[in-house]
C-alpha cells in the first residue's frame, strides 16, 4: 500500500509547474502517489505533466472534463487516493525535500488522524517571509496537540500545511463543498468537528507564492470577501447543525475589519444569517467578542436596510468603536423584530 497520496489540482499552472513538481519528485520520502488532476486548462500544463509523468511512474494524471474548481477537483483525487494519507498541495507553490518525511513521521509518532506543520515560508514579490498566524497559540519546539476548538478557531486553515489519515476521512465521507472561494475554511471546519486534537509542530517548510492571480483552482468567485467568508460559516453552520455537531463552544461566525454592510444584498444575507443562528448564538454569547455581538444585534435589531443605515455605520469596525460600547437596544429581550 502506498504511504502517502499527493493531491495536486491544476488550472493554467504552466508557470509553475516545473517548480512544484520538482520540489515533489525529488522528496527524501518516495513512497508516495502523486494525482495531478487536471481541471480543464487552457494553457500547456497537460503537456508539461505528460512530460513529468514519463519520468516517473508515480505521476498519475487525471483529466475533467470541464472546469470544476479546487473543490470538486480535490474530490476526485480524493475518490482516487490509494495511500494511507492524503496531502494536498497548491500547484503554484513548492516543499522543502524533506517536507513529506516529517509530515509522515509526526503523524506516526503520535498515531493521531491530522498533523498541521506551521512551518510555513510566504514569498511576495521574490520576497521570502516566515508566515506567522496573528491568534495561533504557542506551540512548543517538538510540538504539541491542540484540543479541535482551538484550532478551529485560532489556527491558520492552510490545507496544504496538514496530513491526513485516510481513513479518517473515508470514515467519515468527508469532501471539501462545491464552494469557489473559502473551501479550505470549510473542510476544516468540519474534519476538526470529527477529531478531538490535532497535533501542531513545526518542521520542514512548505513555500506559500503569493500571486495577482491564484492559478490553482480555476473558476473565481467576483463576490467581495465579507460575502465569501459569511457564505463560508452558513454552510458550516448548515453542515454541522444537518450533522448534529453543533458545538457550544464553537464560534459560528468571526468579525473581521473589512466587514461592510454596504448594500441591501448584504444586509439580508447576514440578517438572514443572523437569524438562523439566533438560538445558538443567544446560547454561547459568552464566546463572542463585544465588536461580533455587536454586529450580530445591530442585524437583528433592524427591520429592513434604510433602518440599519440609520442607526449604524456601513464599516462595521468603525460603527463599534463609535458607540463605544454595546448599549440596551442590542438585548435580544429588547428585539423589536
Given amino acids: ?159 496544504w500545511a496538514r496530513l491526513y489519515k485516510k481513513s479518517f476521512i473515508d470514515k467519515y465521507n468527508l469532501k471539501f463543498l462545491p464552494i469557489i472561494t473559502a473551501e479550505d475554511v470549510i473542510f476544516n471546519a468540519i474534519t476538526n468537528m470529527y477529531t478531538d486534537k490535532t497535533f501542531v509542530f513545526c518542521g520542514e517548510k512548505y513555500h506559500y507564492v503569493v500571486y495577482n492571480n491564484s492559478v490553482s483552482g480555476g473558476v473565481r468567485s467576483e463576490r467581495s470577501l465579507d460575502l465569501v467568508h459569511m457564505q463560508a460559516h452558513r454552510l458550516i453552520y448548515d453542515y454541522l447543525n444537518e450533522h448534529n455537531k453543533l458545538n457550544d463552544k464553537l464560534k459560528l461566525f468571526r468579525v473581521y475589519p473589512f466587514i461592510k454592510v454596504d448594500t441591501e444584498e448584504k444586509f439580508n444575507i447576514y440578517k438572514n444569517f443572523f437569524e438562523k443562528i439566533e438560538a445558538n448564538f443567544h446560547k454561547n454569547e459568552s464566546i463572542y467578542n463585544e465588536m461580533e455581538k455587536y454586529f450580530a444585534y445591530s442585524l437583528l435589531n433592524s427591520p429592513n436596510y434604510d433602518e440599519y443605515l440609520k442607526n449604524y455605520n456601513k464599516v462595521v469596525t468603525i460603527g463599534y468603536l463609535r458607540s463605544g460600547k454595546i448599549n440596551e437596544r442590542t438585548n435580544f429581550s429588547n428585539n423589536s423584530r
Fill in 1 to 159: 500500500m502506498t504511504k502517502v497520496s499527493i493531491i495536486i489540482p491544476i488550472y493554467n499552472g504552466s508557470s509553475y509547474i516545473s517548480r512544484c513538481f520538482d520540489s515533489i519528485i525529488n522528496q527524501t520520502y518516495t513512497d508516495i502517489e502523486i494525482i495531478c488532476i487536471n481541471d480543464y486548462s487552457k494553457d500547456n500544463s497537460l503537456e508539461i505533466l505528460e512530460k513529468y509523468s514519463q519520468k516517473d511512474d508515480r505521476i498519475k494524471i487525471v483529466n475533467n472534463e470541464k472546469n470544476l474548481g479546487v473543490s470538486l477537483t480535490r474530490n476526485v483525487g480524493i475518490n482516487l487516493a490509494k495511500g494511507e494519507y492524503l496531502y494536498f498541495l497548491d500547484v503554484d507553490d513548492y516543499i522543502d525535500e524533506k517536507y513529506i518525511e516529517c509530515m509522515v513521521e509526526k503523524i506516526e509518532q503520535q498515531n493521531c488522524d491530522i498533523v498541521l506543520n506551521l512551518s510555513v515560508m510566504q514569498e511576495i514579490n521574490g520576497k521570502s517571509t516566515l508566515y506567522k498566524h496573528p491568534s495561533m497559540p504557542a506551540i512548543r519546539q517538538d510540538g504539541n496537540f491542540l484540543d479541535n476548538i482551538t484550532i478551529t478557531h485560532d489556527a491558520p486553515c492552510f490545507i
